[in-house]
């Protein structure tokens, strides 16, 4: 084959056999104990989930022309570094938006029913936890999405359609047309958003702007009933200050899915709280979502091979010179 693909993570078999009609795929670290940066000497595109792709490693492959993300965020890859090297940066923007949206719901639903603790009682043959366990509904209640991007404005939209709930949002992107075009109320004082919200929804990007967002003075502004969950990115919220604002009783709940540090300690404090449901970054990890990033990926890295223009790039300015 003409090229090299390097897979520093796995992705879905369909994605591979689409990239596998062009180059080469190799999955790193299978066989041996090489470094990372050795296994990509050869290589024409990096694909990573949750691996670094850091300078070093962009130098380490001296005929990279592609480094692609299986996912939304790209805080795993340096951007800046790999446009000063005139490398585009693809991602899968679109590939996963319901399954995050599900997911968000999901935990919603779990934490606001005590789902979990009701199931560990029953285990236990405690059956007279039904008495103890009064959960809350959602019907009505307002919702504040921070972030109402594509996964944002699909839990809006779940919320708003199935649980009659009104939803607020915060985002200094989103236009007031968009706003109401996407059924929301656009509050433009993330404050005011906190202070009035039953349940606070986090789907920003990790970016210099949105990193600590939300810590000890944000959740203290929230209402004591309040239930927040994180199904965006780790370094958005203060987990250390999460889990003392629901040790004091600041807020009622919160569910988290993404982490500061992946994998987060084993002694991490909110998992010893019983009124927070945790889950190992796994909103995204549907069938369905994992075909599609794979699939999206593989055909935007065949085309940046092909000399091409991807269809998702998070760095646009460096493809008239690197397709040249």
């Not at 693909?5 to 009609?21: C, M, S």
């Not at 670290?29 to 940066?37: D, F, I, K």
């Not at 569910?255 to 927070?276: G, I, K, M, R």
């Not at 599609?292 to 790039?313: I, W």
Request: net charge negative; charged share 20%; with cysteine.
């Amino acid at each position: 084959m003409a090229y090299t693909v390097v897979l520093a993570d796995p992705i879905h078999e369909q994605g591979i056999a689409i990239l596998e009609q062009i180059a080469t795929v190799r999955q790193a670290n299978q066989g041996g104990n090489l470094p990372l940066a050795e296994q990509v000497r050869d290589a024409n595109a990096i694909v990573t989930r949750l691996t670094q792709v850091t300078p070093a490693l962009i130098d380490a492959a001296p005929n990279l022309r592609a480094i692609s993300r299986h996912g939304v965020g790209v805080d795993s890859v340096d951007v800046p570094y790999a446009s000063a090297r005139g490398i585009p940066v693809l991602y899968t923007p679109a590939a996963n938006a319901e399954s995050v949206a599900e997911h968000t719901l999901g935990m919603m639903l779990a934490v606001s029913k005590m789902v979990l603790l009701g199931d560990r009682a029953q285990r236990n043959g405690d059956f007279q936890s039904r008495t103890r366990l009064i959960g809350l509904e959602l019907y009505g209640k307002t919702l504040g999405i921070v972030g109402a991007g594509r996964v944002g404005s699909r839990v809006a939209r779940m919320c708003r359609a199935a649980l009659d709930m009104h939803v607020l949002a915060y985002d200094p992107y989103l236009s007031p047309d968009d706003a109401r075009l996407r059924g929301v109320e656009l509050v433009t004082d993330l404050a005011a958003l906190l202070q009035e919200s039953d349940y606070i929804s986090l789907h920003a990007p990790l970016t210099p702007a949105t990193r600590d967002l939300i810590g000890a003075r944000e959740l203290s502004l929230m209402k004591p009933t309040a239930i927040l969950i994180n199904c965006a990115r780790g370094g958005i919220l203060d987990e250390q200050a999460l889990a003392t604002a629901l040790l004091e009783g600041q807020i009622t709940g919160a569910a988290v899915d993404v982490w500061q540090q992946e994998p987060p300690p084993a002694d991490h404090p909110l998992f010893d709280l019983e009124n927070v449901i945790v889950s190992p970054h796994m909103a995204a990890h549907t069938e369905e979502a994992m075909i599609r990033m794979a699939t999206t990926l593989a055909h935007d890295v065949t085309r940046v091979l092909r000399g091409e223009h991807p269809h998702f790039c998070v760095n646009p300015e460096v493809l008239q010179a690197s397709l040249n």
